[in-house]
């Protein structure tokens, strides 16, 4: 089966949008967790989805519900590429450390733009860039990574109608997935995180 076999067939299942993403990506690559354990990361990652929308009352004042088929691809990928090095604790506690690099730019005075692109460069070498990309195309594609967004032309958020969208959004964004992380596997440099950045428009607001 291909990704989007695999994420529309847990679709069918009643897993929604997030687990189905998830679950399809790392049946492909064959990342052996138990079902629990797999359940258990997905309620983790909830309250980035529609359903935590009860904090979100205005658009740009109280956070933002992420597509559930992004948050998915997104976990998926760090589980497939999981190590005990990961983030936090070689990139943050090995940073913060007398010497560490974290440590070196807060201390030492640089312009605050070559603070950020060394922190940018280190957060690739994590995979963030890869994030940012599967995030670019996500949008590229859909205009928005919003899940209020993606439902706004159905109307109603619990209709066939709408699950039908989300199908399509799942199926695309788990095959999307899955070539990034093939990509990132074959050079793990390939993937730059872009001037779309948060961190990057922070800096181009204050200075």
Not at 98 to 117: A, D, S, T, Y
Not at 144 to 158: M, N
């Amino acid at each position: 089966m291909t990704p989007a076999e695999r994420a529309l067939e847990y679709m069918r299942q009643g897993w929604g949008s997030r687990a189905s993403v998830f679950m399809a990506v790392l049946d492909h690559f064959k990342v052996d967790l138990p079902m629990e354990t797999k359940k258990w990361i997905c309620l983790a990652i909830d309250p980035f989805h529609g359903p935590s929308a009860s904090f979100y009352t205005e658009k740009g004042k109280f956070g933002i519900t992420v597509c559930g088929a992004l948050s998915g691809a997104l976990s998926a990928f760090n589980m497939v590429f999981a190590s005990p090095q990961m983030i936090p604790y070689e990139f943050w506690i090995e940073g913060m450390k007398e010497g560490g690099w974290v440590r070196k730019l807060i201390e030492e005075n640089k312009p605050i733009e070559e603070k950020v692109k060394v922190f940018l460069q280190m957060c690739e070498k994590y995979g963030y860039g890869a994030h940012y990309e599967m995030t670019k195309r996500f949008y590229e594609k859909f205009g928005t990574t919003d899940c209020a967004d993606l439902c706004a032309s159905i109307g109603d958020p619990v209709s066939y109608e709408c699950f039908k969208n989300c199908a399509k959004v799942v199926c695309w964004t788990a095959e999307m997935a899955t070539e990034i992380i093939e990509e990132f596997k074959n050079n793990p440099t390939k993937f730059k995180i872009g001037s779309e950045n948060s961190l990057w428009q922070a800096i181009r607001q204050t200075t």
